[in-house]
């Protein structure tokens, strides 16, 4: 296959698999409709070192490389989303920013204990009026005595409420537009950091995401990321690996989708033979495994530039616009094969289909993805 994973990938990988297969899948459906967060199991993930896989060694993190994570992060998504989203968070926007541009005092206070598992973190960009449109936040961060004072809203916070250190946005020089954004490591455990209720979503259940109330909640000055005015291109520089990641979440769902979708067409029979040796399945079955294996090439292709230390945004928001597009379409034909069953909350593609959906909006929407490409291709 290409490319040839190296003994340590291939390790990687299955140790990945084996762990997803034996402690994850077997609640996954449990918890997707009691919407349990899988604390145990995230604790679980720490220990064996996928909560901070980028994070060097010295600070407490496997020192792994892109692709490592990927092929990591696709086998927990397989078995459930809901974790794999926990743990990418946790790894893409939280460790790889403070890895990027924290002082070392930042790196030693935060990454151990976020690698480690110990705690989670999360990214604090998004608000009720700004998504897409970063430099349009309304968060502000007050100078006072020793550090700042944040107020505002933040909106869709993934591991909100079960979090303690966010990467968190804010603007500090109002008069100098987006280059007066600021970026902070944000303590949720004090007063001032309001977490709301967990949204009631449509997938990805077991992981949790809240609107967040800022209300005078203290920043140190040593807790700024970077410089003042650097918020965006801390927001900014995680991208590219954020937007690998949701693609390889995405990869993961739709190779479950498609194996499933395999099993079923050989088992169900109808005009007395198995569904699978109709032509109409297999059309299905075929452009499937196209999508899949496609998307595949494209996520190991963008971790490789990464990796290389080679510019990749192109090739990062081409693999997620087309994994996450087709992998939204791959679960929908997983429903049609499956059929009534197949809407029916006791078939596990009834779940995927849920899951899937939010690929192609977080970490950037597929519109934002093509205008990413188009400017790539034309400048």
């Known amino acids: ?30 918890r997707d409709h009691s919407a349990e967060f899988p604390k145990a199991i995230i604790g679980q993930l720490g220990e064996m070192g996928f909560m901070g896989m980028m994070v060097p060694e010295v600070y407490g993190g496997s020192g792994v490389d892109a692709l490592s994570y990927i092929l990591a992060l696709e086998q927990i998504s397989y078995a459930d989303a809901s974790v794999a989203v926990t743990m990418s968070v946790n790894n893409s926007v939280a460790c790889a920013p403070i890895a990027a541009f924290g002082t070392e005092a930042q790196k030693q206070k935060y990454l151990k204990p976020l690698a480690s598992g110990a705690v989670l973190g999360g990214f604090m960009l998004t608000e009720p009026d700004a998504g ?26 993934t591991n909100g409420g079960v979090g303690r250190y966010f990467v968190t946005m804010a603007i500090t020089h109002p008069e100098l537009g987006k280059k007066g954004i600021s970026a902070f490591v944000l303590d949720a455990d004090q007063p001032g950091v309001i977490m709301s209720k967990p949204e009631e979503k449509m997938g ?35 991208l590219d690996g954020g937007r690998i990641g949701i693609a390889a979440q995405a990869l993961g769902i739709m190779q479950r989708a498609l194996d499933e979708s395999i099993q079923y067409a050989k088992t169900r029979h109808s005009f007395g033979k198995p569904i699978g040796e ?18 595949r090439l494209l996520i190991y292709k963008a971790a490789m530039l990464k990796d290389a230390g080679k510019p990749c945004t192109l090739e990062a928001a081409t693999a997620k616009l087309f994994s996450t597009e087709s992998a939204v379409w791959v679960c929908d034909r997983a429903v049609q ?6 809407y029916s909350r006791e078939y596990v593609v009834e779940r995927l289909y ?14 934002i993805q093509r205008m990413v490409i188009a400017r790539g291709l034309t400048k």
């Open 1 to 30: 296959m290409f490319p040839a994973l190296t003994e340590d990938q291939l390790a990687i990988q299955e140790a990945a698999r084996e762990f997803a297969t034996a402690e994850i899948e077997p609640g996954a459906m449990a």
């Open 132 to 157: 897409s449109d970063a430099a349009a936040l309304k968060c502000r961060a007050t100078k006072v005595d020793g550090g700042w004072k944040l107020n505002g809203a933040k909106a869709w916070i």
């Open 204 to 238: 990805l259940r077991s992981s949790k995401t809240v609107m967040v109330t800022l209300e005078d909640a203290f920043v140190a000055d040593d807790d700024m990321l970077g410089q003042p005015g650097d918020g965006l291109k801390v927001a900014f520089g995680g």
């Open 278 to 295: 109709h032509q109409a399945i297999q059309t299905y079955l075929a452009e499937m495994h196209a999508k899949v294996e496609a998307s």
């Open 337 to 342: 094969i499956f059929g009534g069953y197949g």
């Open 354 to 367: 849920r899951d899937v959906r939010v690929t192609t909006v977080y970490e950037g929407t597929s519109e």
